[in-house]
């Protein structure tokens, strides 16, 4: 079948692909966090992905790899990628014709697989496998690196580190606020869940599941409100939540 970017499977990839790049624009230094895409791709999905594939379908990878580090882990996270593919790469085999070529042409098959799809656990085994086999036959000599090129890659590292600690901070907000949203919902005491969820909102307020668990704990506290009025001041607070909930998504959606 000849490639076409009017293909059914081809056109849904490639509106995906462009609503994560429109999330990449929204976060691009530290990303959405890691495993976060389809929360991302939540708040961007456009009219024409929903009308392809539906209300209720999200995307949780981009089906290339390089966005979904992009997405997920910023500008560190591609940067590190590209690093790690570029030093891939340079483990070509030093002897041509030799039994490493097939481990090499299958890793290098795979990593083209999977700017068009998705890694699986059981290809992402075998790939680190051979990487290994090629690491350990690596012949090629190396010439020792000058003073200058030390320095420079000392400088690199401390970069390096710098946005680690940054990229650490963010992702420790996000273990935060995944671990107030489970105290929530351990807690038996309806205001303790409250100010759980209401954490968890604010350490990050992309979850869908956060957002969600406490407004049902704002409409759970208003029943046991003892005046229609602070009943119905509790509701309206109900309310005004999910009404910006939803004007986040519809904006996401144009």
Request: contains cysteine.
């Given at each position: 079948?000849?490639?076409?970017?009017?293909?059914?499977s081809?056109?849904?990839?490639i509106e995906?692909?462009?609503?994560?790049?429109?999330?990449?624009?929204?976060?691009p230094?530290l990303g959405?966090?890691?495993?976060n895409?389809?929360?991302?791709f939540?708040?961007?999905k456009?009219r024409?992905?929903l009308?392809i594939?539906g209300a209720?379908?999200i995307?949780?990878h981009?089906?290339?790899?390089f966005?979904?580090?992009?997405?997920t882990?910023?500008v560190?996270?591609?940067l590190c990628?590209?690093?790690?593919?570029w030093?891939?790469?340079r483990?070509v085999?030093?002897?041509p014709g030799?039994p490493l070529?097939?481990?090499?042409?299958?890793g290098?098959?795979?990593?083209?697989?999977n700017q068009?799809?998705?890694?699986?656990?059981s290809?992402?085994?075998?790939?680190?496998?051979f990487t290994?086999l090629?690491?350990l036959h690596?012949?090629?000599?190396?010439?020792a690196?000058s003073?200058?090129?030390?320095a420079?890659?000392?400088?690199?590292?401390l970069?390096?580190?710098?946005l680690l600690?940054?990229?650490c901070?963010h992702?420790?907000?996000?273990f935060a606020?995944?671990?107030s949203?489970?105290?929530?919902?351990?807690?038996?005491?309806p205001?303790r869940s409250?100010?759980?969820?209401?954490?968890?909102v604010?350490l990050?307020?992309?979850n869908?599941?956060y957002?969600?668990?406490?407004g049902?704990s704002?409409?759970?506290?208003a029943?046991s409100?003892?005046?229609?009025?602070?009943?119905?001041t509790?509701?309206e607070?109900?309310?005004d939540?999910?009404r910006?909930?939803?004007?986040?998504?519809?904006r996401?959606?144009?």
């Amino acid at each position: 079948q000849r490639l076409s970017a009017e293909a059914p499977s081809a056109s849904p990839r490639i509106e995906a692909w462009k609503i994560g790049l429109r999330a990449f624009r929204a976060r691009p230094w530290l990303g959405w966090g890691a495993d976060n895409f389809g929360l991302a791709f939540r708040r961007h999905k456009s009219r024409k992905y929903l009308e392809i594939q539906g209300a209720g379908t999200i995307a949780s990878h981009a089906h290339n790899d390089f966005l979904q580090y992009a997405v997920t882990g910023g500008v560190l996270g591609l940067l590190c990628f590209a690093w790690l593919t570029w030093a891939w790469l340079r483990l070509v085999p030093v002897d041509p014709g030799g039994p490493l070529d097939g481990f090499f042409a299958a890793g290098l098959g795979l990593m083209v697989s999977n700017q068009f799809n998705f890694s699986a656990a059981s290809t992402t085994a075998l790939f680190w496998i051979f990487t290994c086999l090629l690491c350990l036959h690596r012949t090629r000599p190396s010439a020792a690196p000058s003073r200058t090129a030390q320095a420079a890659l000392a400088a690199c590292w401390l970069a390096a580190l710098a946005l680690l600690s940054a990229a650490c901070a963010h992702y420790l907000s996000a273990f935060a606020a995944d671990l107030s949203y489970k105290r929530g919902l351990a807690s038996s005491r309806p205001e303790r869940s409250h100010a759980h969820y209401l954490k968890a909102v604010r350490l990050n307020a992309v979850n869908l599941d956060y957002a969600v668990a406490l407004g049902n704990s704002c409409r759970e506290m208003a029943r046991s409100l003892p005046t229609q009025a602070s009943r119905r001041t509790r509701l309206e607070e109900t309310v005004d939540h999910f009404r910006q909930w939803i004007s986040g998504e519809l904006r996401g959606a144009e």
